[in-house]
């Protein structure tokens, strides 16, 4: 095969996972199969990955916790024998060690290796449990993802990071402290229940920080175009696509993309640095036309059937080189990746959730750095 045809071979396969994934999204929110959604995140990195097969992982577990049940139904000894199954029996744990490994955000990897951050060990328990019939739910916790049993009598929080550690309500606000060092008071909606959409926008975002802090803009432009098909109006990401576009290269779709923002959010606080962005690359209408000849991939897969190393493109930003010039200078210097911070020590004296508003992951639109690092909830 041509290099140009195995080029066009990879681009209908991400194509055709792009579009699975927004079938998913696009459903009723109860509707939506988390797992199935998370894993099609993760198959654009891994396009052989069969997704199927994960998915009937997922069933054995809940098949092995019912087999251990020998025949008890109450809610609380199902949640202790899952736990029991998905922690002591399969070890899964939280990645303390490498914390921003990207591969701890995609789903495969985190059942394969049985290591993760805190949101995707979650979706684990969560789809598990559910397969039992337990009342659990997700909890957008602030730095920290958590997943509430609701049972009939009592309210329980699990904390999926730290080996399915159960906690009572009354101790939000003591894992609160752990995060904000007490500086932060727990307010209800810190508890909220977290939709399954929103659980999605969560991992996205996460992913999204992770390659933006290593300037891998090929793979954080694909992250940027999935969070749209969740909000498509959602001006920051908007804006993050129109920047990201212009470090590539591709001008023409940069220009439209960054006057949408700025017909949105004509006040926002970066909408003179979008400007000069934007005239800069009104000056290089050029750039659009010869990116176009030489579209940015990802890298077919190899032989036998595995994708370039998530990880390794994250520490390599050089093998997604956009194009020089002085628009994409002017892009980067409106949109600087903020640098990774050093995380603290998950061993030392506040624990593996001590991230949190000021490092990398979810966030809002009104308080972020277009393309860049921002205020976040990692994990």
């Not at 199969?33 to 891994?46: C, H, K, M, P």
């Not at 996205?204 to 999935?226: C, H, I, P």
């Not at 209408?285 to 176009?292: F, G, L, N, T, V």
Request: charged content about 35%; glycine content about 8%; aromatic content about 4%.
């Amino acid at each position: 095969m041509t290099e140009d045809g195995a080029e066009k071979a990879v681009n209908s396969k991400d194509a055709r996972i792009r579009k699975l994934f927004e079938a998913e999204v696009v459903r009723a929110d109860q509707d939506v199969n988390l797992g199935r959604a998370a894993l099609l995140v993760a198959q654009e990195e891994y396009p052989q990955m069969p997704v199927e097969r994960y998915l009937s992982r997922l069933d054995m577990l809940a098949e092995e916790v019912q087999d251990r049940l020998n025949g008890e139904s109450a809610p609380p000894i199902v949640l202790q024998e899952l736990l029991d199954v998905l922690y002591d029996r399969h070890s899964f744990r939280g990645n303390r060690d490498v914390y921003y490994d990207p591969r701890n955000s995609l789903l495969c990897d985190v059942m394969d290796r049985g290591l993760g951050i805190p949101l995707t060990l979650g979706i684990v328990l969560l789809e598990v449990g559910w397969r039992l019939d337990l009342p659990l739910v997700g909890v957008n916790f602030p730095g920290h993802f958590l997943v509430r049993f609701e049972g009939e009598e009592i309210r329980l929080l699990v904390d999926p990071f730290d080996s399915g550690k159960i906690h009572f309500h009354e101790d939000a606000q003591s894992l609160l402290d752990r995060v904000y060092g007490g500086m932060v008071r727990l307010q209800p909606s810190f508890l909220r229940q977290a939709s399954r959409r929103e659980m999605l926008v969560r991992l996205l975002t996460n992913m999204k920080n992770l390659y933006l802090n290593v300037r891998d803009d090929t793979r954080a432009l694909a992250v940027v175009e999935r969070l749209l098909l969740i909000h498509p109006l959602a001006p920051g990401e908007i804006r993050d696509r129109g920047t990201l576009l212009a470090r590539l290269g591709r001008t023409a779709e940069a220009v439209e993309q960054l006057e949408a923002y700025l017909e949105f959010s004509p006040r926002a606080t970066d909408a003179n640095r979008i400007r000069t962005l934007l005239e800069r690359l009104r000056e290089e209408p050029e750039a659009d036309r010869r990116s176009k000849k030489r579209p940015t991939t990802k890298a077919a897969p190899a032989t036998d059937g595995a994708t370039a190393k998530p990880e390794e493109a994250s520490k390599n930003p050089s093998s997604t080189k956009s194009k020089k010039g002085p628009a994409v200078e002017a892009a980067r210097k409106a949109s600087p990746g903020k640098k990774a911070k050093k995380r603290p020590d998950p061993r030392s004296e506040g624990g593996p959730d001590r991230e949190g508003r000021g490092g990398r992951g979810e966030r809002d639109d009104d308080d972020r750095d277009d393309a860049g690092g921002s205020r976040n909830e990692d994990g």
